[in-house]
């Protein structure tokens, strides 16, 4: 089966500007998640869907972080305006179950 | 809240010895729980997860892991090291209720020739 798709796969922006990252998940998988991933940590949950609803977004800083997912297949996460300390991996994972993910390749952002 | 903790953020074997990444979580009750693996720039990859059943799990590229409750404790092992096991490695727990998983900080492995 084919994996969780993101693009783009590098992204340099300057402070302010705006940035839009794209996520297809795996066909049939209900339930799409967004991870930042600063470096030397682990991910950090930012917001999950099921299907198009949003079942948790406690940490997403939503003053400058939104993301949809159109009709329940794949999703945008958009950053406006961006900070320095928004540089990182944001992952992108599907599941059908509740026991795993799979992951994308993740999109990397550095903000200069 | 759950917690997870990986005991040393970098180990370092010769190749061919074991493999010893250490997890443990904090959870009055037993969760889900799981091992990635990630290589540089690159997604996690499932390594293995214990959901129910036996505890002592076996995952991809000869890993595997054990659930100790009373230790509260998911140490990953594997008996020789290989070059390509070089990566980041994460634990991860899922809370018997809710979907959402939380990720330890990881463990960078090296592989020494």
């Known amino acids: 089966e084919a994996g969780v798709a993101q693009s783009p796969r590098y992204k340099i922006i300057e402070k302010r500007q705006s940035v839009a990252f794209w996520c297809n998940p795996i066909?049939?998988?209900?339930?799409l998640y967004w991870y930042q991933q600063i470096l030397g940590q682990g991910p950090k949950l930012l917001i999950q869907f099921q299907n198009n609803g949003v079942v948790d977004d406690s940490q997403l800083p939503k003053d400058r972080f939104s993301a949809e997912r159109l009709k329940g297949v794949d999703s945008t996460l958009k950053i406006q305006p961006a900070k320095l300390e928004d540089s990182a991996v944001y992952l992108c994972?599907?599941?059908?179950?509740?026991?795993?993910?799979?992951f994308g390749s993740g999109t990397r952002l550095t903000v200069v | 809240a759950q917690s997870v903790t990986q005991l040393g953020s970098h180990v370092s074997v010769s190749e061919g010895a074991l493999v010893l990444l250490r997890c443990n979580y904090s959870s009055s009750v037993p969760p889900y729980l799981f091992w990635y693996v990630q290589y540089p720039n690159q997604g996690l990859q499932l390594l293995l997860k214990y959901t129910t059943g036996a505890t002592l799990v076996k995952g991809i590229n000869g890993f595997e892991a054990e659930f100790k409750k009373s230790e509260t404790s998911f140490h990953l092992t594997k008996p020789s090291a290989h070059m390509s096991d070089a990566a980041e490695y994460f634990c991860?727990?899922?809370?018997?209720?809710?979907?959402?998983?939380?990720f330890g900080t990881g463990t960078s492995l090296t592989v020494i020739p």
């Open positions: 991860a727990v899922r809370p018997n209720t809710g979907n959402q998983f939380y």
């Open positions: 994972a599907s599941s059908q179950t509740h026991y795993g993910y799979t």
């Open positions: 066909s049939g998988h209900a339930t």
